[in-house]
């Protein structure tokens, strides 16, 4: 990988039989030419995961991270999960289309917001459709994780928001832009997580 290289990273689980797969978009913003996607992968397991398994239910289990170079060269990279992957929130959870949801905000008009989806979310959790009391602050350590921009050993990855259609057309090569911030939006639903609907 080298600057300007952009990867897709997915994260991949499963919760009450339901795959659950979310996706970050990564640009490598410093390094040399040799930079590899197991490093950004490791930083992502060690600074990002621990926030998400904090705030979804035990019955949420992450079982890989996924690595692509979508832009400026074709490497992969599997990493599979097996300590630190499984939610730490007790007690019964939610349907699995019931997520938390944060915006990724764009830096000026030229791209739309992001968005992430995380889950599973506990009954706990949630009063009458809100985040319970408290809540918004633990999530506020979410967003600053998905907001940071992962570094180490001189290479960085900046996070991005991905364009891979416009106008119902394939970008190639796909374009991202800057993120500004990202915030916690609250407790929303992701058709595509409904029991039957994989």
Same mark, same amino acid.
Not at 57 to 75: C, L, P, W, Y
Not at 119 to 135: F, M, R
Not at 157 to 170: A, D, M, S, V
């Given at each position: 990988?080298?600057?300007?290289?952009? =990867?897709?990273?997915?994260l991949? +689980?499963? +919760?009450?039989?339901?795959p659950?797969?979310?996706? #970050?978009?990564?640009?490598?913003?410093?390094? !040399?030419p040799? *930079?590899?996607?197991?490093?950004?992968?490791?930083?992502?397991?060690?600074?990002?995961? &621990?926030e998400?398994? $904090?705030?979804? $239910?035990?019955?949420?289990? #992450?079982?890989?991270?996924?690595?692509?170079? =979508?832009?400026?060269?074709? !490497?992969?990279?599997?990493?599979?999960?097996?300590?630190?992957?499984?939610?730490?929130?007790?007690?019964?959870?939610? &349907?699995p289309?019931?997520?938390? /949801? #944060?915006r990724?905000?764009?830096?000026?008009?030229?791209?739309?917001?992001?968005?992430?989806?995380?889950?599973?979310?506990?009954? *706990?959790?949630? /009063?009458?459709?809100?985040?319970?009391?408290?809540?918004?602050?633990?999530?506020?350590?979410? *967003?600053?994780?998905?907001?940071? =921009?992962? !570094?180490?050993?001189g290479?960085?990855?900046? &996070? @991005? =928001?991905? @364009?891979?259609r416009l106008n119902?057309?394939?970008?190639?090569?796909?374009?991202?832009?800057p993120? !500004?911030?990202?915030? #916690?939006?609250?407790? /929303?639903?992701q058709?595509? @997580?409904?029991? $039957?609907?994989?």
């Amino acid at each position: 990988m080298a600057v300007n290289d952009v =990867i897709e990273l997915l994260l991949v +689980g499963n +919760g009450l039989g339901v795959p659950l797969i979310s996706n #970050f978009t990564y640009e490598q913003t410093a390094g !040399s030419p040799d *930079a590899l996607l197991s490093g950004l992968v490791t930083l992502f397991v060690n600074n990002v995961l &621990p926030e998400i398994v $904090n705030v979804v $239910n035990h019955n949420t289990t #992450f079982t890989e991270v996924q690595a692509k170079t =979508i832009r400026g060269g074709d !490497s992969v990279y599997v990493l599979g999960l097996s300590t630190d992957n499984v939610g730490l929130v007790s007690g019964d959870c939610m &349907p699995p289309e019931v997520c938390w /949801t #944060f915006r990724y905000f764009r830096a000026s008009a030229a791209s739309r917001n992001g968005a992430k989806r995380i889950g599973l979310v506990s009954e *706990a959790d949630v /009063t009458n459709g809100e985040p319970a009391s408290g809540e918004a602050a633990v999530m506020g350590d979410v *967003a600053a994780a998905f907001q940071a =921009i992962l !570094s180490g050993s001189g290479y960085e990855w900046t &996070p @991005r =928001i991905l @364009r891979k259609r416009l106008n119902g057309e394939p970008v190639d090569p796909v374009v991202v832009f800057p993120v !500004s911030s990202v915030g #916690f939006v609250g407790v /929303t639903t992701q058709n595509s @997580r409904k029991f $039957n609907k994989h």
